[in-house]
């Protein structure tokens, strides 16, 4: 059996719910080859706990190994595999799901960001994310968006996705 390959917007999605949960506040995330590797920042405020600190332990021991987790709870690498798996998993999830999605939650926007890149034949890039701004870097450019602008770019891709059904 022959795993698919997924495409930026589909990978960059896989990540940002792996890290929805997380209340990250600001990361870098690089794409290298078939790996994605993700540097968070989290708020540290004395009033608001570490949530999710299990599971980037979880994910970080299921990668690397069970020794790994407490010396890296920054730094999490998503091989292809662990994207696939991610995947399948956020599938069977939205199948159950009949909400509408947050249009500004993390994983459209990075959806959003990897459809971008995806039309701009993007392999390798890097991404700055703040609330404020998020930069990217890729094919010797450097392009900077706002999450209203991440927001246009998915309603201009959900656009694009429906014009391409067929209409029944």
Known sequence: MTVSTLSLAQSLRVIG????????DRFELEKS???YVVWMHRNDSADKPARGQGFIDKLVKKVW???SAGAISNLVK?????IHRLDNEGRLR??????????????????????YLDR??????????????ITVSYKQK???FTLANLYDLGIHMYLRRSSRS???
Request: no cysteine; charged share 20%; aromatic share 4%.
């Open 120 to 133: 701009e034949g993007a392999a390798d890039f890097a991404i700055s994310w703040t609330a404020q701004s």
């Open 17 to 24: 719910q792996a890290l929805e949960p997380l209340q990250v």
């Open 65 to 67: 190994g069970p020794d």
């Open 78 to 82: 998503f091989p292809s595999s662990e």
């Open 33 to 35: 080859s078939d790996e």
């Open 142 to 144: 450097q392009e900077s």
């Open 94 to 115: 939205r199948r159950r799901l009949s909400a509408m999605p947050d249009t500004h939650s993390l994983s459209l926007g990075l959806r959003a960001l990897g459809g």
């Open 166 to 168: 067929p209409a029944n």
